[in-house]
T-cell receptor
Framework: DAGITQSPRYKITETGRQVTLMCHQT?????MFWYRQDLGHGLRLIYY???????DKGEVPDGYVVSRSKTENFPLTLESATRSQTSVYFC???????????FGQGTRLTVV | KNEVEQSPQNLTAQEGEFITINCSYS?????LHWLQQHPGGGIVSLFM???GKKKHGRLIATINIQEKHSSLHITASHPRDSAVYIC???????????FGSGTQLTVLP
């Protein structure tokens, strides 16, 4: 199906484990973004990517790693999960130069 | 001070009421989004504005670039409109969005 999809939708993991959240888009949008959404903070940018093999830090990048070997995929990895990373994570994409963003359904991550 | 301020934070209305949610921003922008998020759900883009006014069904969004202010109006509100409404702006190089903190709307039957 066309669009932007995130997987998994829900994940429970233990402190210290590595976990990867997947984001896939079918439009060949050049820009992709990862946000986390927390009560009291709204949506905050973790990392973004302007194109394959180009990534940059956002507002809250610590504890996260991203890669973008293919335009359509933008995985987010928590190398050693902490309880403070319990959050809802949203992936988004947009065309280069465009201003309309499209969001995935979100991944609810709980770190216990 | 946040770059994007929304008001009110919470809003409860009776079915049928006219609703207004406000968004003020302090930076120059290239576009403004109004987003809707239902409980436990994803984020849906309702409008993208760079000037003037847009209407979709019972939803109307306006923007005043000079005053750096946008409003989202819902006419004849319905319980299914209950959601969080988020204002977000593209500014600077338009590489990323800056979000308001959201308005929790509850429409009672």
């Amino acid at each position: 199906d066309a669009g932007i999809t995130q997987s998994p939708r829900y994940k429970i993991t233990e402190t210290g484990r590595q976990v990867t959240l997947m984001c896939h888009q079918t439009w060949s949008h050049s820009y992709m973004f990862w946000y986390r959404q927390d009560l009291g903070h709204g949506l905050r940018l973790i990392y973004y990517s302007a194109a394959a093999d180009i990534t940059d830090k956002g507002e809250v990048p610590d504890g996260y790693v991203v890669s973008r070997s293919k335009t359509e995929n933008f995985p987010l990895t928590l190398e050693s999960a902490t309880r403070s990373q319990t959050s809802v994570y949203f992936c988004a994409s947009k065309v280069g130069g465009g201003t309309e963003a499209f969001f995935g359904q979100g991944t609810r991550l709980t770190v216990v | 001070k946040n770059e994007v301020e929304q008001s009110p934070q919470n809003l409860t209305a009776q079915e049928g009421e006219f609703i207004t949610i406000n968004c003020s921003y302090s930076v120059g922008i290239s576009a403004l989004h109004w987003l809707q998020q239902h409980p436990g759900g994803g984020i849906v883009s309702l409008f993208m504005l760079s000037s003037g006014k847009k209407k979709h069904g019972r939803l109307i969004a306006t923007i005043n670039i000079q005053e750096k202010h946008s409003s989202l109006h819902i006419t004849a509100s319905h319980p299914r409109d209950s959601a969080v409404y988020i204002c977000a702006v593209f500014s600077g190089s338009a590489r990323q969005l800056t979000f308001g903190s959201g308005t929790q709307l509850t429409v009672l039957p």
